[in-house]
């Protein structure tokens, strides 16, 4: 049984897990203060709000946790369906060469695209521009959360998102594509904090045994966002005339979740008022302590800069996101100007590869729990094992679509096959900051996301320059060097990544020796007590 930490340790401090020894629950008397430490007993209104619930909490804040980034994507990619409808694409369509023919049945008025003369290099400048704000306010974000809580830092970023969202069209037949591209940083600006929050709440909230089950749920969040906001945008477009309703839809949903979240969730189980007496008991046996430990020094900026799993978890994040940002981003631009789907079909095949990719990471999170609780591989073994996977997969697959011409069915089934494989990066490198550092989880996933999503700015760009015909030999050479990157950075991600604790996440308690650089004299954490202490807490 995972041991029981005075309150004035840190959070999931380094060691926890290290005892399999049982300790008492706690019982209900323990549990008649909350929040602040105040003193102030539950009111009575809290009690029987208590027993409304019939979920746990830590469920109820990974459900909103998965909506947060549901709609983070909504928005964040619903630009990529509408700028085909945004962009005229008059005298570009009829005889373009390496491009497949209309379907005869097809409704013409589907690709002649709408007012704006924007060539490809600018639609890549207007994709990437997001990315310009988001990875900017990632390390802000992290700090923010693991000093004042996660629910804060990730709710007003969602709304600062939905409310840039909502004013997109107003500000492009304002200002065209300069605003746009204005209104899209601004967007970025605002999402940036989404993962670091989310991973500083999901280090306070979610035990080590249901890490990879509920993290996969939540960040699992952005493969359902892109298939809503893939299929939703493709039948608004479809069945609305003009292309601003995809803005308004997903900017509206995007502020109805910030009022929702802001009244039922918390940033830890200390302070959540209405949280049930047992699932705190649960909690404080689990994790050892229910709130945030706030006098955690400084992050240990240097331990983990120069941190070797740190920099193999880098590597993996930047082959997930160049990959992932190619299908995301231009995945529908291929479907419109290659395959010459319409455009409700564009958004129902766009959204098929992500529905896959869901399923997959949902499953293998449970698969990686069992696998891991039962003591059949450790978390460092289990960790490689679901990234090399989302990584190999996917980068034979869209290779092979490109190889596959104008037979539409069988590239859908590529496309689809190909994100079906990388939903194991979920279980595998997604949820590996909290691994490494539990106190540090937002620093880690700030530096981690930030990095990746600099390919963010990349690619778009890059897919503009490389496909000025949008022909399938252009485009075949974009997947081609997808392949390689896949295959590199999953190298250095197998060579160096770790499920350890790492030494750092308690820097107050690290020996001389550590600071000093040797790491090897610290005790760290092992992953063989793991399974031993799962066993013991059911």
């Known amino acids: 049984m995972i041991q029981n930490q005075d309150e004035s340790e840190p959070l999931l401090a380094k060691g926890t897990y290290g005892s399999i020894e049982p300790s008492p629950l706690p019982g209900p008397s323990d549990w008649t203060l909350y929040g602040d430490g105040t003193g102030k007993k539950r009111s009575e209104w809290c009690d029987r709000l208590s027993k409304v619930f019939i979920i746990p909490q830590r469920v109820v804040l990974a459900i909103f946790g998965f909506l947060a980034i549901l709609n983070a994507y909504t928005m964040r990619i619903c630009l990529s369906i509408a700028i085909t409808e945004m962009v005229n694409k008059t005298g570009s369509i009829d005889h373009d060469e390496g491009v497949c023919p209309i379907d005869d049945d097809a409704n013409p008025d589907d690709f002649t695209g709408g007012e704006f003369n924007w060539d490809q290099e600018l639609q890549g400048v207007i994709l990437s521009s997001f990315y310009w704000g988001y990875v900017l306010t990632h390390l802000p974000g992290g700090i923010l959360a693991e000093k004042f809580g996660g629910k804060w830092t990730l709710s007003l970023g969602i709304l600062s998102t939905a409310f840039f969202t909502l004013i997109t069209p107003w500000a492009v037949n304002l200002g065209g594509s300069t605003a746009l591209i204005v209104i899209r940083v601004m967007m970025g600006l605002g999402e940036g904090t989404t993962f670091p929050a989310l991973s500083a709440l999901l280090a306070s909230w979610i035990p080590l045994k249901e890490r990879s089950k509920l993290g996969s749920l939540v960040f699992g969040g952005g493969l359902v966002g892109t298939i ?220 981690t996301n930030g990095i990746g999503a600099i390919t963010g700015i990349i690619v778009p760009y890059v897919v503009g320059i490389m496909t000025p015909n949008h022909s399938i030999e252009e485009w075949r050479l974009v997947f081609w060097i997808a392949f390689a990157v896949f295959h590199v950075t999953n190298l250095a991600y197998v060579m160096w990544a770790s499920g350890e604790v790492q030494p750092w996440n308690t820097p107050h308690l690290m020996n001389k020796s550590v600071e000093s650089g040797d790491l090897k004299q610290q005790d760290t954490y092992s992953e063989k007590a793991v399974p031993a202490a799962i066993k013991a807490s059911q």
């Open 228 to 447: 809503v906001g893939n299929l939703v945008s493709g039948l608004l477009l479809h069945n609305i005339e003009g292309w601003s309703s995809v803005f308004y839809f997903f900017g509206g949903l995007g502020i109805f979740w910030f009022v929702l979240f802001t009244l039922l969730c918390y940033s830890d189980p200390e302070s959540h008022p209405f949280i049930s007496d047992k699932e705190k008991a649960y909690l404080k046996q689990e994790m050892g302590v229910l709130s945030r430990d706030k006098t955690l020094p400084p992050t240990p900026w240097r331990h983990i800069l120069t941190s070797v799993p740190m920099i193999g978890l880098v590597c993996a994040q930047i082959g997930h996101d160049w990959g992932f940002f190619i299908m995301v981003t231009d995945l529908p631009k291929y479907m419109s100007d290659v395959l010459r789907f319409s455009i409700k079909d564009n958004g129902l095949y766009s959204s098929l590869p992500y529905l896959l990719m869901w399923i997959v990471a949902l499953s293998t999170g449970v698969l990686s729990d069992w696998l891991i609780s039962t003591g059949r591989m450790t978390i460092t073994f289990g960790r490689k094992l679901f990234t090399t996977i989302a990584s190999a997969g996917p980068a034979f697959f869209i290779v092979g679509a490109s190889y596959a011409g104008c037979d539409r069915a069988l590239v859908v089934a590529l496309f689809t096959l190909a994100m079906g494989f990388m939903g194991t990066f979920y279980p595998g490198m997604k949820v590996n900051p909290l691994d490494l550092s539990p106190n540090y989880a937002g620093s880690l996933m700030a530096v």
